[in-house]
């Protein structure tokens, strides 16, 4: 493969991620520790990249990290009722939402959220780029 091409294969299976995360928050598993779950899954994921992955470093974890938002979002839309159900300290937050059905609030707040953790993703593949060598 081109040391300049993007390895989509290590994309696609980092961004595994945030179903995995999407799953947990869905079944009530995250409520308290989910910024530890996903500094742990940046760590991961930059280590990786940074072993696996020659060139486009900030791409692979800026992608990775929207798909992360996309893919979780997507789970907890899917999921809605199970999610609001096993996470009841969220009920009124999404209650405040009167734009649009709370449902599908995820669908939106997922691919901005997964720009910005892309962004610091991106950011953080680069430093363990230069750390791994």
């Given at each position: ?9 290590i994309v696609s299976i ?55 938002g996309v893919l979780n ?54 430093v363990a780029k230069k750390?791994?060598?």
């Amino acid at each position: 493969m081109r040391t300049d091409a993007m390895n989509w294969m290590i994309v696609s299976i980092l961004s595994c991620c945030g179903l995995l995360m999407g799953a947990l928050a869905v079944n009530g598993y995250t409520q308290k520790i989910e910024p530890f779950l996903w500094l742990l899954f940046a760590v991961v994921t930059a280590l990786v990249v940074a072993r696996n992955v020659e060139g486009k470093i900030f791409l692979h974890g800026l992608y990775i990290g929207i798909l992360w938002g996309v893919l979780n979002g997507l789970s907890q839309c899917a999921f809605f009722d199970s999610y609001i159900a096993n996470n009841p300290s969220l009920k009124e937050n999404f209650d405040k939402v009167t734009f649009m059905p709370a449902r599908f609030f995820p669908l939106l707040t997922g691919p901005v959220i997964g720009v910005a953790v892309g962004v610091a993703l991106g950011g953080i593949c680069l430093v363990a780029k230069k750390m791994v060598g």
